[in-house]
């Protein structure tokens, strides 16, 4: 082995969350090394070659949730520049549902009739979601350790405040809070509207990347997560691998040396304390501290299982985190249209969620590992608004494919992989006549396939589902819950850890305060 060199911390992993760590740490003046083992930094946030001339978003298609407290401390503020996008629920009789902030109407302009009560409904768990993330930027309190030093005081004052705050709302709102915050967000929704494409978007919304259906119970607390930054989804230009981008160079601008093409082989522990790691090429680097935004029992298995008691490791080994989100590319020779939208809309966000029912149908046949019928579908066409990511008048349609199997039956062989594009690309059709006719290159990613390409756990984009019963104190799991992870100087700052998924960059922002916090580098 060589050992090349020596740093304060080592970050594995340059997802968004490893950068966010490494790029925190090192404008504190710590000597950072990120050590992605992929060709390029930015996870699922990256874009990818399709053909040449075309850059298409491999994974993640949308900027939403990114935390204004991260952007400011890492100067990336451009990102949450410029308008929000307009999200559109299709509907198969034209009347299509139009939603800009408070705003909703038909895609012709005339107000829809239930504005009021979704601008009340929203405006109350946006409201309450404020009150969610004030703990956020925070560690979560650490329970087990009584109140006998000031760190533990000071976690469980926010805890505290938290409580005066709902307090504060008023009986109404907090009684209203503690119903709901628990609940299943398709009996909440339609205790306010009728069923349509409108319900169908808040419900689409509060199940996406999890494990659910909208009959679910938590499904409202995931749409407060959706909405902890008021819910607004952007496109900033170059897509989200403009994104990837801002927060590698925002690593690089703070002096962190970025390694790319070689994975960590393992974490060296000694004295149950970490002293550096090995990468495969066999390179040794010598390091006080480790962040790994990798998966939990990745990243245990990486330091040693004996390091860790029993406990722990059967905690870990039974996380859930079933992966039921699949992404789809197409390349297309021309731009679909859709009847009665407008050039705005169709650059914007596009829902086919026609119903709350059809997203609590479209969940059913995962629980079995069956193939999709009428999946829910989230689509973008960013080449719309960004020409320049394909070339020669081709254009780029996104789509996120709500509840796919990981493992369908008879697997993931040429014939399954077909039937969920052709059900997808069916759906579509049925709002952008023509589409399948322009279709030059069709991408499919599967719950599967992210899992291998990232090393999310079950293809889950949080790394593990974001269920009431693993947030806050036991997420990822109770005992290890507090970045911390088990051995001196090893945190996780990935989608795993408090507060959760999305391009948020709070949990790499969060390990790496606790770190400082910890004194581990002092």
């Given at each position: 082995?060589?050992?090349?060199?020596?740093?304060?911390?080592?970050?594995i992993?340059?997802?968004?969350?490893?950068?966010?760590?490494?790029?925190?740490?090192?404008?504190?003046?710590?000597?950072?090394?990120?050590?992605?083992?992929?060709?390029?930094?930015?996870?699922?946030?990256r874009n990818?070659?399709?053909?040449?001339?075309?850059?298409?978003p491999?994974?993640?298609?949308?900027?939403?949730?990114?935390?204004?407290k991260?952007?400011?401390?890492?100067g990336?503020?451009?990102?949450?520049?410029?308008?929000?996008?307009?999200?559109?629920?299709?509907?198969?009789?034209g009347?299509?549902?139009?939603?800009?902030?408070?705003?909703?109407?038909?895609?012709?302009?005339?107000?829809?009739?239930?504005?009021?009560?979704?601008?009340?409904?929203t405006?109350?768990?946006?409201?309450?979601?404020?009150?969610?993330g004030?703990?956020?930027?925070?560690?979560?309190?650490?329970?087990?350790?009584?109140?006998?030093?000031?760190?533990a005081l000071?976690?469980?004052?926010?805890?505290?405040?938290?409580?005066?705050?709902?307090k504060?709302?008023g009986?109404?709102?907090?009684?209203?809070?503690l119903?709901?915050?628990?609940?299943?967000?398709?009996?909440?929704?339609?205790?306010?509207?009728?069923?349509g494409?409108?319900?169908?978007?808040i419900?689409?919304?509060a199940?996406?990347?999890?494990?659910?259906?909208?009959?679910?119970p938590?499904?409202v607390?995931?749409?407060?997560y959706?909405?902890?930054?008021?819910?607004?989804?952007?496109?900033?230009?170059?897509?989200?691998?403009?994104?990837?981008?801002?927060?590698?160079?925002?690593?690089?601008?703070?002096?962190?040396?970025?390694?790319?093409?070689?994975?960590?082989?393992?974490?060296?522990?000694?004295?149950?304390?970490?002293?550096?790691?090995?990468?495969?090429?066999?390179?040794?680097?010598?390091?006080?501290?480790?962040?790994s935004?990798?998966?939990?029992?990745?990243?245990?298995?990486?330091?040693?299982?004996?390091?860790?008691?029993?406990?722990?490791?059967?905690?870990?080994?039974n996380?859930?985190?079933k992966?039921?989100?699949?992404k789809?590319?197409?390349?297309?020779?021309?731009?679909?249209?859709?009847?009665?939208?407008?050039?705005?809309?169709?650059?914007?966000?596009?829902?086919?969620?026609?119903?709350?029912?059809?997203?609590?149908?479209?969940?059913?046949?995962?629980?079995?590992?069956?193939?999709?019928t009428?999946?829910?579908?989230?689509?973008?066409i960013?080449?719309?608004?960004?020409?320049?990511?394909?070339?020669?008048?081709?254009?780029?349609l996104?789509?996120?494919?709500?509840h796919?199997?990981?493992?369908?039956?008879?697997?993931?062989?040429?014939?399954?992989?077909?039937?969920?594009i052709?059900?997808?690309?069916a759906?579509?059709?049925?709002?952008?006549?023509?589409?399948?006719?322009?279709?030059?290159?069709?991408?499919?990613?599967?719950p599967?396939?992210?899992?291998?390409?990232?090393?999310?756990?079950?293809?889950h984009?949080?790394h593990?589902?974001?269920?009431?019963?693993?947030?806050?104190?036991?997420?990822?799991?109770n005992g290890?819950?507090?970045?911390?992870?088990?051995?001196?100087?090893l945190?996780?700052?990935?989608?795993?850890?408090?507060?959760?998924?999305?391009?948020?960059?709070?949990?790499?922002?969060?390990?790496?305060m606790?770190?400082?916090?910890?004194?581990?580098?002092?």
């Amino acid at each position: 082995m060589t050992n090349s060199s020596t740093y304060d911390v080592v970050v594995i992993g340059g997802g968004h969350n490893g950068l966010a760590a490494a790029a925190t740490l090192a404008k504190k003046g710590k000597s950072v090394c990120v050590i992605e083992k992929s060709d390029a930094m930015g996870g699922m946030a990256r874009n990818v070659a399709m053909g040449e001339g075309v850059s298409a978003p491999q994974i993640a298609h949308l900027l939403h949730n990114l935390n204004p407290k991260v952007a400011k401390e890492l100067g990336l503020g451009d990102l949450l520049k410029g308008s929000p996008l307009p999200t559109t629920s299709l509907s198969a009789d034209g009347n299509h549902v139009v939603v800009e902030g408070a705003m909703v109407r038909f895609a012709d302009g005339t107000t829809h009739p239930d504005v009021n009560a979704y601008a009340k409904q929203t405006a109350q768990l946006r409201k309450f979601a404020g009150l969610l993330g004030q703990l956020s930027t925070k560690s979560p309190p650490k329970l087990d350790g009584g109140l006998t030093s000031m760190a533990a005081l000071g976690e469980l004052a926010g805890l505290a405040k938290l409580g005066l705050n709902v307090k504060m709302m008023g009986k109404k709102d907090m009684r209203e809070f503690l119903r709901v915050v628990l609940t299943n967000v398709y009996d909440l929704v339609l205790d306010e509207m009728p069923d349509g494409p409108l319900a169908g978007m808040i419900c689409a919304d509060a199940v996406r990347g999890n494990y659910v259906g909208p009959r679910s119970p938590g499904t409202v607390f995931n749409l407060m997560y959706r909405l902890g930054t008021g819910g607004e989804v952007r496109m900033p230009k170059g897509g989200m691998g403009a994104v990837a981008r801002a927060f590698e160079a925002a690593a690089t601008k703070a002096g962190c040396d970025l390694r790319t093409g070689s994975g960590v082989a393992r974490v060296n522990v000694e004295a149950d304390k970490v002293t550096g790691i090995v990468l495969e090429d066999g390179t040794e680097i010598a390091t006080r501290a480790v962040l790994s935004s990798a998966a939990p029992m990745a990243t245990m298995k990486m330091a040693g299982i004996e390091h860790f008691d029993v406990e722990a490791a059967r905690r870990i080994k039974n996380m859930r985190c079933k992966g039921t989100v699949a992404k789809l590319n197409l390349v297309l020779k021309s731009a679909p249209q859709i009847e009665g939208l407008s050039a705005a809309q169709m650059a914007g966000r596009l829902l086919i969620a026609p119903s709350a029912e059809t997203v609590e149908r479209s969940f059913n046949p995962v629980k079995y590992n069956e193939l999709p019928t009428a999946p829910v579908v989230e689509a973008v066409i960013p080449t719309l608004s960004d020409p320049e990511l394909a070339s020669g008048g081709r254009h780029i349609l996104s789509a996120v494919i709500q509840h796919v199997p990981h493992t369908p039956t008879g697997g993931w062989n040429d014939a399954n992989r077909q039937q969920v594009i052709d059900t997808v690309v069916a759906q579509l059709e049925a709002h952008m006549p023509g589409l399948s006719s322009t279709i030059e290159e069709a991408q499919l990613l599967t719950p599967s396939d992210i899992e291998d390409l990232t090393g999310a756990p079950g293809g889950h984009w949080h790394h593990a589902e974001m269920g009431v019963d693993q947030i806050l104190t036991v997420r990822p799991v109770n005992g290890l819950a507090h970045y911390r992870f088990a051995v001196g100087g090893l945190y996780l700052c990935g989608a795993a850890a408090h507060p959760g998924g999305d391009v948020t960059g709070v949990p790499g922002r969060n390990s790496a305060m606790q770190l400082l916090k910890d004194g581990v580098l002092s």
